[in-house]
């Protein structure tokens, strides 16, 4: 598995401390991106929050689910998770350590108080004795929120005391990218009440169950009930321990909404938002807690033009930390068709340089500081269908191909524009978890690789 080390440098450690004013919450950051360009420890927020205790379970949340490994619990150590300012908003995000989870805590304007937020992505420092504080607190006494070294650190920080190595598999990124294209598929499929949404989470099982069939639910009434077959309206919950970590919020939860891609028959991603004052609590969660998003395969096809690369560049100079992305403005600006603006979008949120909000059906700018590249010039299938070309091993024949790999030859057909194959990896997953390396080959050959026609 390829990795390498993140290195977060941070000018102190965060802390929630006590003054005559009340609370102060104060959130180191670390180098990231902000319109000014990158800086070491850029500044976001400063004002009081509206709901002090939920904000601070919340962003627990958030934690817990980058330290959490749901399959394979054997890699200590997090990534810590990500702000960014989108003028109106403060989102967290993380992704679990197995890559099987995403998580996102949307403080949304009337929970800042009505304060400026400035634009922008970094790390903030989640350490150990910020979480026990945050933990501790009880009641909801003013607290003020600090995103950024404070005004006087500004001028006096002399460079960074507190650095933290991370090691960032290639899958745990890739991962991070497919976990935006799923959710860009979903489609609202249930709405609880705040109470109805309380009974129904803290009646889902805690522990893990190995070899257990994906549980499908179906809203009746004000209820989800579960349903053994998923028809029309239902949606997958995969591992439904989970969602054990929105335990920390539930007591303020207003309400639940369920999002998902139409049901096949098979397990499916699926995003669950609880609903809090002010904010939005979002847990998306891969097909199986048994293996992440990062084999998924839902970037592939659009990562496999050149068109894609050269608009993504196009649009990325269009971008200005909207927090909700028109694509329809996009396509004005840009002069592109809205079908290659989306692309272009895939390949950006492949970058980091997007996310998707399912509550807005919108994706959002942002841009993940690491190098998320990575995730596209590593991606296994990808470079192994960019070696068979190079190498003139695809033959087309009108909608038809031949890939030659090694001692075998490889049928792939077109069929309405769906690529089907003769491999293994087709044979198992039926394009359920992306195209696979020979399909892939045979798109970029009809999209103007140089190849050996057939003969």
């Known amino acids: 598995m390829t990795r390498s080390v993140q290195a977060l440098a941070y000018a102190r450690p965060s802390s929630l401390e006590s003054t005559a004013a009340g609370r102060l919450l104060g959130l180191e950051t670390a180098g990231g991106l902000t319109p000014r360009g990158a800086e070491a420890h850029p500044r976001f927020f400063a004002g009081f929050l509206a709901a002090p205790r939920i904000a601070a379970r919340g962003l627990l949340v958030v934690a817990d689910v980058a330290a959490a490994r749901y399959h394979q619990r054997t890699r200590p150590g997090s990534l810590d998770p990500v702000v960014t300012g989108n003028g109106d908003r403060l989102r967290f995000e993380s992704f679990s350590g197995c890559g099987g989870v995403y998580a996102r805590l949307d403080v949304l304007d009337e929970a800042l108080g009505g304060a400026e937020t400035g634009h922008g992505t970094t790390n903030v420092d989640v350490n150990d004795p910020l979480r026990e504080a945050l933990s501790r607190m009880t009641g909801d006494d003013p607290m003020h929120l600090r995103v950024g070294p404070d005004e006087m650190a500004v001028t006096t920080l002399g460079g960074s005391v507190v650095e933290k190595r991370v090691p960032l598999p290639d899958r745990w990124l890739r991962g991070f990218a497919e976990a935006q294209v799923a959710s860009a598929r979903f489609d609202l499929r249930a709405e609880l009440t705040g109470t109805e949404a309380i009974r129904f989470l803290r009646g889902l099982p805690r522990s893990q169950s190995r070899g257990r069939a994906p549980l499908w639910l179906v809203q009746t009434g004000r209820a989800l009930r579960p349903t053994t077959r998923p028809g ?16 920390r919020v539930l007591r303020f939860a207003t309400g639940l909404r ?36 990062s084999g998924e395969g839902g970037v592939l096809d659009h990562l496999a033009t050149d068109d894609a690369a050269a608009d993504a560049e196009l649009l990325s100079v269009l971008l200005a930390w909207e927090p909700r992305i028109d694509t329809a403005d996009l396509a004005d600006q840009s002069g592109l068709t809205g079908e290659r603006v989306r692309a272009a979008l895939t390949r950006l949120g ?21 190098d998320a590249d990575r995730a596209e010039r590593h991606n296994p299938r990808l470079v192994s269908a960019r070696r068979l070309v190079e190498e003139d091993a695809v033959r087309l024949d009108g909608d038809r191909a031949t890939v030659v790999s090694g001692e075998r030859r490889y049928r792939v057909r077109d069929a309405n524009g769906v690529l089907s194959c003769t491999c293994t990896w087709w044979a198992e997953y039926r394009g359920r978890r992306g195209p696979c390396k020979h399909a892939l080959a045979v798109r970029m050959a009809h999209r103007g690789a140089a190849v050996t026609p057939a003969a």
């Open 258 to 293: 369920v999002y998902g891609p139409a049901p096949d028959g098979l397990a499916t991603a699926s995003a669950w938002e609880v609903a809090l004052p002010g904010m939005r609590l979002t847990l998306t969660l891969s097909p199986d807690s048994a293996r992440g998003f």
């Open 232 to 247: 029309a309206g239902a949606v997958c919950l995969p591992g439904p321990e989970r969602l054990g970590a929105l335990e």
């Open 350 to 370: 492949t970058a980091g340089r997007v996310g998707y909000d399912v509550a807005d059906t919108a994706y959002f700018h942002r841009e993940l500081p690491y």
